[in-house]
C-alpha cells in the first residue's frame, strides 16, 4: 500500500521502516552501515557484569564529558560546559525546552533549507513559528538577505548546521563568522549541529567555540563517529551559567543516558585513543570515496547531484521528465527494495529531490546504485 500524502510523521521512519519489516536496502535513515571498533564492542560485554545497571550521573559520566571537551579542542570548553544526552536530538529538543520555557509562543525559528527533519518539527510540535530561509541556486547565503529575513520575521532560534544535513555542505569560516554577528546584532540564539563534524572530504569545517555565551550552543553526537547510532549518545555545549538551568530539565525528560552504554564508550577513548582516531580516519576515507562513487553514478544516470563536501549523504535532483520524489520514492522501494528519502521532507521546495545515505560498505552500497539506476 502506498504511503497517503496526508502522512504526517517522519518520512526517514516510514522508509526505513519498510526495510526494517519487509526486507532491502536502507539508504533512506541517517545510520553508518559499518561496524563499532572491535574493542568498543568488547569494552561493552565488560561494561555489563560492572553494577551499573542504575541511573548514570544526570550531567553524564566524567570521562565521557572530558572526551567530549578534549575533542573540541577549545580553551572556551570544559567538562563543565558538557552534558551527556541521548542521542544529538536530544541535546537539540532539550536545549528548545528550555528556549521554550523562556519564549514560549514567542519562540520564532529559522534554519536554511533544505532543513533536517527536527529543525522544523520541534516548532510545529509546539505550535510556534518556523522560517526556511532559501540560499541562492548555487547554495550560497546572501547575507543581507538573511538579516533581513530573520528582522522581518521577529527570528530568535537560528539553527545552523554544517556540515549540512541533508545537503553536505560545510559553511565556511568567514561566512559562519558573519552569521554569527547578525545573530548578535539580532538577539538571536545560534545552535550549532555540529554532529558530522569529523566526516569532511577535504578540510575539517570551522566552528566558534570562543563565542559559547547564553545565545550559542553546540549540539554533538559519538554516534556517527564510531557507527553507533543505536546507543544514542550525544552531548550539548553550553554555557556553564545556564548548563545547571538546562540539566534540571533534562532531570524531567531524559535524567541520564544508559549507564553501560556512557561506561563503554568512556573506558574504549580512555584506553584507546589511537584507534579511535584511526577509525574515524578510515571512516572518513570510505566516507569520501562514497560520496565521489555516488555522485558518479547518479549524474551519469540523469540525476543532478549537489556536490557533497561531508556527512553522510548525497543530495540529488531526480532525472526528468519525473517531478515527485515522494513516489518516485515509494515505486523506487516497490521495484527495487531500495529505500531512499524524497527531497519534500526537508522543505516545500524540493518535491523533485532524494537524499541517499551513502555511508555503507562499497559493495552494498554499488549495488543499491545499480538498482537505481536502473529503475
Known amino acids: 500500500m502506498l504511503l497517503p500524502k496526508k502522512y504526517s510523521g517522519s518520512l526517514i521512519s516510514y522508509f526505513s521502516n519498510k526495510v526494517k519489516q519487509q526486507g532491502g536496502i536502507n539508504l533512506a535513515q541517517g545510520l553508518p552501515g559499518f561496524s563499532p571498533p572491535e574493542q568498543l564492542v568488547t569494552e561493552l560485554k565488560k561494561s555489563f557484569p560492572q553494577s551499573i545497571h542504575q541511573y548514570a550521573p544526570g550531567y553524564g559520566i566524567d570521562e565521557l564529558r572530558q572526551y567530549a571537551a578534549n575533542e573540541l579542542n577549545s580553551s572556551n570548553i570544559t567538562k563543565d560546559n558538557i552534558?551527556?544526552?541521548n542521542g544529538g536530538t536530544e541535546a537539540i529538543s532539550l536545549l528548545y525546552l528550555y528556549l521554550y520555557k523562556q519564549h514560549n509562543k514567542d519562540l520564532k525559528v529559522l534554519s536554511i533549507s533544505p532543513v533536517y527533519e527536527t529543525y522544523s518539527q520541534l516548532p510545529n510540535i509546539y505550535n510556534n513559528d518556523f522560517v526556511e530561509f532559501f540560499a541562492e541556486p548555487d547554495f550560497s547565503i546572501d547575507l543581507n538577505k538573511l538579516e533581513n529575513?530573520?528582522?522581518?520575521?521577529?527570528?530568535?532560534?537560528?539553527?545552523?548546521?554544517?556540515?549540512?544535513?541533508?545537503?553536505?555542505?560545510?559553511?565556511?569560516?568567514?561566512?559562519?563568522?558573519?552569521?554569527?554577528q547578525i545573530c548578535n546584532k539580532n538577539n538571536v540564539t545560534i545552535v550549532f549541529d555540529i554532529v558530522y563534524k569529523h566526516l569532511f572530504k577535504d578540510e575539517?569545517?570551522?566552528?566558534?567555540?570562543?563565542?559559547?555565551s547564553n545565545k550559542v550552543f553546540f549540539a554533538d553526537s559519538f554516534s556517527k563517529q564510531f557507527s553507533i547510532t543505536g546507543w544514542r549518545l550525544g552531548y550539548l555545549v553550553a554555557h556553564k551559567s545556564i548548563l545547571s538551568d538546562i540539566a534540571a530539565i533534562h532531570d524531567y525528560t531524559g535524567l541520564s543516558s544508559p549507564h553501560p552504554l556512557q561506561i563503554a564508550l568512556g573506558s574504549f577513548v580512555t584506553k584507546y585513543p589511537t584507534v579511535a582516531k584511526h577509525y574515524m580516519k578510515d571512516l572518513?576515507?570510505?566516507?569520501?570515496?562514497?560520496i565521489s562513487m555516488a555522485e558518479k553514478s547518479l549524474n551519469n544516470a540523469g540525476y543532478k547531484c549537489y556536490p557533497a563536501d561531508a556527512g553522510f549523504f548525497v543530495w540529488a535532483k531526480i532525472p526528468e521528465p519525473e517531478t515527485d520524489g515522494f513516489d518516485f520514492a515509494v515505486n523506487l522501494y516497490e521495484k527495487s527494495k531500495v529505500a531512499v528519502i524524497p527531497g519534500e521532507h526537508f522543505g516545500r521546495n524540493w518535491?523533485?529531490?532524494?537524499?541517499?545515505?551513502?555511508?555503507?560498505?562499497?559493495e552494498l552500497l554499488e549495488k543499491a546504485l545499480e538498482l537505481i539506476t536502473k529503475s
Open 83 to 85: 552534558l551527556i544526552t
Open 204 to 212: 575539517p569545517p570551522f566552528y566558534p567555540f570562543d563565542a559559547l
Open 149 to 180: 529575513t530573520i528582522k522581518k520575521n521577529n527570528i530568535n532560534l537560528f539553527f545552523l548546521a554544517s556540515p549540512a544535513n541533508p545537503l553536505g555542505k560545510i559553511y565556511d569560516k568567514n561566512l559562519i563568522l558573519n552569521i554569527l
Open 284 to 290: 572518513r576515507q570510505k566516507i569520501t570515496s562514497n
Open 351 to 362: 518535491k523533485n529531490f532524494i537524499r541517499i545515505n551513502i555511508a555503507h560498505p562499497t
